[in-house]
């Protein structure tokens, strides 16, 4: 096999590989998970989601977001590092295809029976890809980050598996304490005590492939929310609400898709490459992806909950996916603009404000009327989008990283 090397950003690969795409797979099931956990939270019992029950299921529901994110996003900055034809690497993602499929299939009761299953499917998919980097890069400078890594997610593996012998609140405490370990370690170059800490600047990437990375995560996330509508509406009655709410929620997913793409997102990887520090950049757009999948989760609860009751006049949680979820999204998409031409469309803050300022007066409405305001603010993004980049050449990249 030879000893792994790190890749020249011009060696590198520019597209994804087949077994990168297959990994991506296992994420369309573990995000869908996310919305049936978040779902049951937030249908089951209408008093206990009317006041504190709802903002605990939902911290607790992206409590495993992020940890799954975690996942991925370590296993895409890897093979954008080393060469994703190479045993070690092609072992790396297998090992957490096969641990996010267990974390999917562990997340609805990950709190209750479930727990020790996710906790250790998630420390075997983190500590495994450091410490088979480390053992395949031999004498090679970058092992010694591996090692550190290995370090990190050890001690916070201890928090993860105390915390699934524990009942609900101390796993949640313990579990976001590792997480937060672990989001701190990587910010500040995973110190370790005796082994130093690295900084972002010296993380090489390869820019083209990580930006596809992230665009094709979005993509598995934007498609969880049409399954999660087509699952919804397929259960039935296909009376004409319900029609009417799968119609929205499905016209939605598109504005969604339209106005990621608009310019921005196909150019990522053209700002990363101009980047003077790439991974910067691909820093940022990990935690800009993180926010806009969170939007979209929330989006998807939001159209199965909408689905299944589009008259009925909905509690504040449920408004909260509705229009909170599109909110986020935009958010997450005024950031990305950012990142990639170092300004941002008035027409996303806007859009926010709009979203905002509406939910008190749709809490007195049906759920329908609260979808349809949602994809009426979309819609409005997305022609502004189009009315300013109608007759004019394509807005290069201009990143300020």
Same mark, same amino acid.
């Given at each position: 096999?030879?000893?792994?090397?790190?890749?020249?950003?011009?060696?590198?690969?520019?597209?994804?590989?087949?077994?990168?795409?297959?990994?991506?797979?296992?994420? #369309?099931?573990?995000?869908?998970?996310?919305?049936?956990?978040?779902?049951?939270?937030?249908?089951?019992?209408?008093?206990? #989601?009317?006041?504190?029950?709802?903002?605990?299921?939902?911290?607790?529901?992206?409590?495993?977001?992020?940890?799954?994110?975690? #996942?991925?996003?370590? @296993?895409?900055?890897?093979?954008?590092?080393?060469? %994703?034809?190479?045993?070690?690497?092609?072992?790396?993602?297998?090992?957490?295809?096969?641990? *996010?499929?267990?974390?999917?299939?562990?997340?609805?009761?990950?709190?209750? &029976?479930?727990?020790?299953?996710?906790?250790? $499917?998630?420390?075997?998919?983190?500590?495994?890809?450091?410490?088979?980097?480390?053992?395949?890069?031999?004498?090679?400078?970058?092992?010694?980050?591996?090692?550190?890594?290995?370090?990190?997610?050890?001690?916070?593996?201890?928090?993860?598996?105390?915390? $699934?012998?524990? %009942?609900?609140?101390?796993?949640?405490?313990?579990?976001?304490?590792?997480?937060?370990?672990?989001?701190? $370690?990587?910010?500040?170059?995973?110190?370790?005590?005796?082994?130093?800490?690295?900084?972002?600047?010296?993380?090489?990437?390869?820019?083209?492939?990580?930006?596809?990375?992230?665009?094709?995560?979005?993509?598995?996330?934007?498609?969880?929310?049409?399954?999660?509508?087509?699952?919804?509406?397929?259960?039935?009655?296909? &009376?004409?609400?319900?029609?009417?709410?799968?119609?929205?929620?499905?016209? @939605?997913?598109?504005?969604?898709?339209?106005?990621?793409?608009? !310019?921005?997102?196909?150019?990522?990887?053209?700002?990363?490459?101009?980047? !003077?520090?790439?991974?910067?950049?691909?820093?940022?757009?990990?935690?800009?992806?993180?926010?806009?999948?969170?939007?979209?989760?929330?989006?998807?609860?939001?159209? =199965?909950?909408?689905?299944?009751?589009?008259?009925?006049?909905?509690?504040?949680?449920?408004?909260?996916?509705?229009?909170?979820? %599109?909110?986020?999204?935009?958010?997450?998409?005024?950031?990305?603009?950012?990142?990639?031409?170092?300004?941002? *469309?008035?027409?996303?803050?806007?859009?926010?404000?709009?979203?905002?300022?509406?939910?008190?007066?749709?809490?007195?409405?049906?759920?329908?009327?609260?979808?349809?305001?949602?994809?009426?603010?979309?819609?409005? #993004?997305?022609?502004?989008?189009?009315?300013?980049?109608?007759?004019?050449?394509? =807005? $290069?990249?201009?990143?300020?990283?």
């Amino acid at each position: 096999m030879g000893r792994l090397e790190p890749l020249p950003a011009a060696a590198a690969p520019n597209r994804a590989t087949f077994l990168e795409l297959f990994f991506d797979l296992v994420f #369309v099931f573990a995000l869908t998970r996310i919305s049936t956990r978040a779902f049951e939270d937030l249908s089951h019992d209408l008093d206990r #989601v009317q006041g504190w029950g709802a903002v605990t299921g939902g911290g607790k529901t992206l409590l495993l977001l992020l940890a799954l994110y975690a #996942v991925w996003q370590g @296993t895409a900055w890897t093979t954008s590092r080393y060469d %994703p034809y190479r045993v070690p690497l092609q072992t790396v993602v297998m090992i957490a295809l096969v641990c *996010s499929l267990v974390m999917g299939v562990a997340i609805p009761r990950a709190f209750s &029976q479930t727990g020790m299953m996710f906790a250790v $499917a998630y420390v075997v998919a983190q500590v495994s890809r450091p410490l088979i980097l480390a053992i395949s890069l031999g004498p090679n400078p970058h092992r010694r980050l591996k090692v550190r890594m290995v370090v990190v997610f050890s001690v916070s593996g201890v928090f993860w598996i105390g915390g $699934a012998m524990l %009942p609900t609140n101390g796993k949640v405490m313990l579990w976001t304490v590792a997480l937060l370990v672990e989001y701190l $370690a990587a910010r500040v170059g995973w110190p370790v005590p005796g082994l130093g800490r690295s900084t972002v600047s010296k993380w090489d990437i390869a820019g083209e492939h990580l930006a596809e990375r992230y665009q094709q995560f979005f993509l598995v996330a934007l498609g969880e929310t049409i399954l999660v509508a087509g699952f919804a509406y397929s259960k039935g009655p296909y &009376q004409a609400s319900h029609a009417w709410a799968f119609a929205l929620a499905l016209a @939605t997913s598109i504005l969604l898709w339209r106005i990621y793409i608009q !310019r921005a997102g196909q150019i990522l990887g053209e700002a990363v490459a101009q980047a !003077r520090h790439p991974a910067s950049i691909g820093r940022s757009a990990a935690d800009t992806h993180l926010l806009m999948v969170i939007g979209l989760a929330a989006t998807a609860v939001g159209y =199965e909950l909408i689905i299944e009751h589009p008259l009925d006049q909905i509690p504040g949680p449920w408004l909260a996916m509705v229009l909170g979820g %599109p909110a986020l999204f935009l958010a997450g998409r005024a950031r990305f603009e950012y990142e990639v031409f170092g300004r941002v *469309s008035p027409s996303r803050w806007i859009a926010i404000l709009v979203l905002a300022a509406g939910a008190v007066p749709l809490l007195f409405l049906p759920g329908l009327v609260a979808t349809a305001g949602g994809a009426l603010v979309l819609a409005a #993004v997305a022609v502004s989008d189009a009315r300013r980049a109608h007759g004019a050449p394509p =807005e $290069a990249a201009a990143t300020p990283f």
